[in-house]
């Protein structure tokens, strides 16, 4: 039988982006998986998915409303996923949020729930350029 090695991100299911980037009219920034090699993509910046197949975190997010979502984020397995329409204002999606925080244990420690809100946009930092890699001696084995 032959030998079949697996990339890092089929264990963890946490693709890593390399240097290169792709900002796309889609508001998508596209990049290359460090581990697999395949092409990858994100929207917030804080997960990376494959670029070739249906999103289903991402079209929830742009087919509907405000929602926020209990993620194991060890797992990378959505729990439960609330829509806070129903609220009249910030204030009561705020209680709302300690509510799910208090319900779910959150806060106790050894806890790997998180809890996201999909109005939560990262602020636009001016980004630096990667640092140039050093160059190996000749003659010398390349490493990745």
């Known amino acids: 039988m032959p030998y079949v090695a697996l990339s890092q991100c089929w264990f963890t299911r946490a693709h890593q982006p390399t240097a290169w980037r792709a900002h796309e009219d889609d508001g998508g920034i596209y990049s290359i998986c460090r581990h697999c090699g395949r092409r990858i993509v994100t929207w917030g910046r804080h997960r990376w998915s494959i670029a070739d197949g249906l999103d289903v975190a991402h079209l929830a997010e742009t087919a509907t409303g405000r929602f926020l979502t209990v993620l194991d984020s060890a797992d990378e397995f959505v729990v439960r996923r609330f829509t806070v329409d129903h609220l009249p204002d910030e204030a009561a999606i ?3 949020k300690l509510e799910l925080r208090e319900r779910y244990g959150m806060d106790e420690p050894g806890s790997d729930l998180t809890l996201l809100d999909s109005a939560d946009k990262k602020v636009q930092r ?5 640092p140039m890699a050093a160059r190996a ?8």
């Open 94 to 96: 705020e209680a709302f």
């Open 126 to 130: 001016p980004r630096k350029a990667p």
């Open 137 to 144: 001696a000749p003659g010398t084995p390349r490493t990745a």
